[in-house]
């Protein structure tokens, strides 16, 4: 009998399928072929799962590979994140390929024990806003710190987490645009992101309130403000939060109405050149006393060029430039601007470098990089190329548990990272969670120091293009400097800061390890 009602139940079911298939017009496939098209639509929507993890390749995903992604569960989880065997990367093959050159003979060598350099501190080779002489001026405790992602676009657990694993690990985490929020306040140092949409520092209007901006730098530790023109995965694009998904929370801490659409314009509306930019960077600085800096993608390089001539006496300027590849993340943008539109990290950083090298400027300025630079190789070749710190977004994302679902947007993220469903986010530990974004950002700047050392340089920010080649399979190795046209000198520490990294890295250097100072 119980065998019968099963049958029954699934002709039933199949009957009703074949009905709703046959009445529908939206899928002419349903229509001609009932029950059996609906296959083909439950293939379609899981085939990221199963390309993800059956049919592909270790190294063929994207944006992150399985082997990138095993690389950064393995580090946050503080598991054994060494391979064996040897690569299993196309070098015979693969056109640009970095290989970086160890030295024989040196003064600084590698350590062997696995762990070993977890603990050691890994400084800024330059002071932030020294340059320019900010009363707040101050050494960036790390090299490697979290990019801007909002509360809003990630879910307060995770906001939570990242910002208690960027207090254990000593390094500092950006707000995003979307202002400081509750789960900012875990006690990790701070960037505060302006955007275009002045979330936590505007009127009722929406226009830039600079007493809103002294009040909600003073509330928390925020060391710098970052003035975010575009980013690499959607420039010169303002962005919509719908009403559905403007909570009590996002509202006051974007201090944006509830129930309303925002939308983010697409370009600043408190300047509209460089000569106002800088005005309102030099005002910035002066009310807060914090160092002052821009966020960019690159496209045309006229802004920069205009930039670095305006910067030229000294009188003015930005204390750093974080420059965006397009290749970096987003929660949400148009397919042909996350595809087609600014210029990938090293072609975006090494047109802008060249053209503040030319203009003898590169010193007075805090390099960062960000788009895809939480991966130890490519966070090397940014610091050969001038880098002088990272910051990381998806692969902090994915140590607090982003398993690339690629959800983002929908609101439906299965690990409750990116989305604002309750339900969702609960599944995500913050306390848990901040002990592997602590994990994960000491094992990369233990991988950046190793393989640092590797090369004879005490820090990462003294690697020069010419440690670097790139591949041309098997065929040619061609010098870092010689692909992007890099003249003799670009790319290293002036003499007073390398100077002093080095005596910073020599002091704190594991007892037992050799303490002279080599050449630079």
């Given at each position: 009998?119980?065998?019968?009602?099963?049958?029954?139940?699934?002709?039933?079911?199949?009957?009703?399928?074949?009905?709703?298939?046959?009445?529908?017009?939206?899928?002419?496939?349903?229509?001609?072929?009932?029950?059996?098209?609906?296959?083909?639509?439950?293939?379609?929507?899981?085939?990221?799962?199963?390309?993800?993890?059956?049919?592909?390749?270790?190294?063929?995903?994207?944006?992150?590979?399985?082997?990138?992604?095993?690389?950064?569960?393995?580090?946050?989880?503080?598991?054994?994140?060494?391979v064996?065997?040897g690569?299993?990367?196309?070098?015979?093959?693969?056109?640009?390929?970095?290989?970086?050159?160890?030295?024989?003979?040196?003064?600084?060598?590698?350590?062997?024990?696995?762990?070993?350099?977890?603990?050691?501190?890994?400084?800024?080779?330059?002071?932030?806003?020294?340059?320019?002489?900010?009363?707040?001026?101050?050494?960036?405790?790390?090299?490697v710190?979290?990019?801007?992602?909002?509360?809003?676009?990630?879910?307060?657990?995770?906001?939570?987490?990242?910002?208690?694993?960027?207090?254990?690990?000593?390094?500092?985490?950006?707000?995003?645009?979307?202002?400081?929020s509750?789960?900012?306040?875990?006690?990790?140092?701070?960037?505060?992101?302006?955007?275009?949409?002045?979330?936590g520092?505007?009127?009722?209007?929406?226009?830039?309130?600079l007493?809103?901006?002294?009040?909600?730098?003073?509330?928390?530790?925020?060391?710098a403000?970052?003035?975010?023109?575009?980013?690499?995965?959607?420039?010169?694009?303002?962005?919509?939060?719908?009403?559905?998904?403007?909570?009590?929370?996002?509202?006051?801490?974007?201090?944006?109405?509830?129930?309303?659409?925002?939308?983010?314009?697409?370009?600043?509306?408190?300047?509209?050149?460089?000569?106002?930019?800088?005005?309102?960077?030099?005002?910035?600085?002066?009310?807060?006393?914090?160092?002052?800096?821009?966020?960019?993608?690159?496209?045309?390089?006229?802004?920069?060029?205009?930039?670095?001539?305006?910067?030229?006496?000294?009188?003015?300027?930005?204390?750093?430039?974080?420059?965006?590849?397009g290749?970096?993340?987003?929660?949400?943008?148009?397919?042909?601007?996350?595809?087609?539109?600014?210029?990938?990290?090293?072609?975006?950083?090494?047109?802008?470098y060249?053209?503040?090298?030319?203009?003898?400027?590169?010193?007075?300025?805090?390099?960062?990089?960000?788009?895809?630079?939480?991966?130890?190789?490519?966070?090397?070749?940014?610091?050969?190329?001038?880098?002088?710190?990272?910051?990381?977004?998806?692969?902090?994302?994915?140590?607090?548990?982003?398993?690339?679902?690629?959800?983002?947007?929908?609101?439906?993220?299965?690990?409750?990272?990116?989305?604002?469903?309750?339900?969702?986010?609960?599944?995500?530990?913050?306390?848990?969670?901040?002990?592997?974004?602590?994990?994960?950002?000491?094992?990369?700047?233990?991988?950046?120091?190793?393989?640092?050392?590797?090369?004879?340089?005490?820090h990462?920010?003294?690697?020069?293009?010419?440690?670097?080649?790139?591949?041309?399979?098997?065929?040619?190795a061609?010098?870092?400097?010689?692909?992007?046209?890099?003249?003799?000198?670009?790319?290293?520490?002036?003499?007073?800061?390398?100077?002093?990294?080095?005596?910073?890295?020599?002091?704190?250097?594991?007892?037992?390890?050799?303490?002279?100072?080599?050449?630079?």
């Open positions: 009998m119980k065998s019968t009602s099963a049958l029954a139940l699934l002709a039933a079911g199949t009957a009703g399928l074949a009905a709703r298939d046959l009445l529908q017009k939206q899928h002419s496939l349903k229509r001609n072929f009932p029950v059996l098209a609906n296959a083909r639509y439950l293939l379609e929507k899981i085939g990221p799962e199963l390309r993800q993890y059956i049919v592909t390749s270790n190294d063929e995903e994207r944006p992150f590979s399985r082997d990138q992604r095993s690389w950064v569960y393995a580090s946050s989880k503080m598991e054994n994140n060494y064996g065997f690569t299993d990367n196309d070098v015979e093959r693969v056109e640009g390929y970095p290989i970086f050159k160890h030295r024989t003979f040196s003064d600084v060598s590698a350590s062997t024990p696995t762990h070993h350099g977890e603990e050691t501190p890994l400084p800024c080779a330059k002071v932030l806003g020294a340059a320019r002489g900010r009363r707040h001026a101050f050494r960036p405790e790390s090299v710190n979290i990019s801007s992602m909002s509360f809003g676009s990630l879910s307060g657990n995770a906001v939570h987490a990242l910002n208690e694993g960027a207090r254990l690990a000593g390094c500092m985490q950006l707000t995003g645009e979307g202002s400081l509750p789960y900012h306040r875990q006690g990790g140092d701070l960037i505060f992101q302006i955007g275009t949409a002045y979330f520092c505007r009127d009722d209007e929406g226009r830039f309130d007493a809103k901006l002294q009040a909600v730098v003073e509330s928390a530790p925020v060391k403000i970052e003035i975010k023109l575009s980013q690499g995965a959607k420039p010169g694009l303002g962005g919509m939060l719908p009403a559905a998904k403007i909570s009590r929370e996002i509202a006051e801490t974007r201090g944006i109405p509830q129930g309303e659409d925002c939308a983010s314009p697409s370009r600043h509306t408190e300047f509209d050149d460089i000569d106002s930019m800088l005005d309102f960077v030099e005002l910035l600085a002066a009310e807060t006393g914090l160092p002052v800096g821009i966020k960019s993608a690159v496209g045309d390089l006229t802004f920069w060029e205009d930039l670095a001539e305006a910067m030229a006496d000294g009188s003015r300027g930005v204390d750093f430039i974080a420059i965006d590849g290749e970096g993340g987003t929660g949400a943008a148009p397919l042909v601007f996350t595809d087609a539109v600014a210029l990938p990290f090293r072609l975006a950083f090494t047109r802008v060249a053209i503040f090298a030319k203009a003898g400027l590169t010193d007075r300025v805090v390099w960062v990089g960000s788009g895809k630079l939480g991966l130890p190789e490519n966070a090397l070749v940014a610091f050969a190329l001038g880098v002088d710190m990272v910051h990381v977004a998806r692969e902090a994302m994915l140590a607090v548990g982003c398993i690339q679902a690629q959800q983002c947007h929908t609101d439906h993220c299965p690990t409750g990272v990116a989305t604002q469903n309750q339900w969702l986010a609960r599944g995500l530990d913050p306390t848990l969670k901040a002990q592997r974004v602590n994990n994960y950002i000491r094992t990369l700047r233990r991988d950046l120091l190793k393989v640092s050392e590797a090369c004879g340089v005490w990462p920010g003294l690697l020069t293009v010419g440690d670097v080649d790139l591949l041309l399979g098997n065929r040619k061609t010098a870092l400097g010689e692909v992007y046209d890099y003249e003799p000198g670009w790319g290293r520490l002036g003499e007073e800061d390398a100077a002093a990294i080095i005596e910073l890295m020599r002091r704190t250097a594991p007892s037992g390890e050799d303490e002279v100072v080599p050449a630079t």
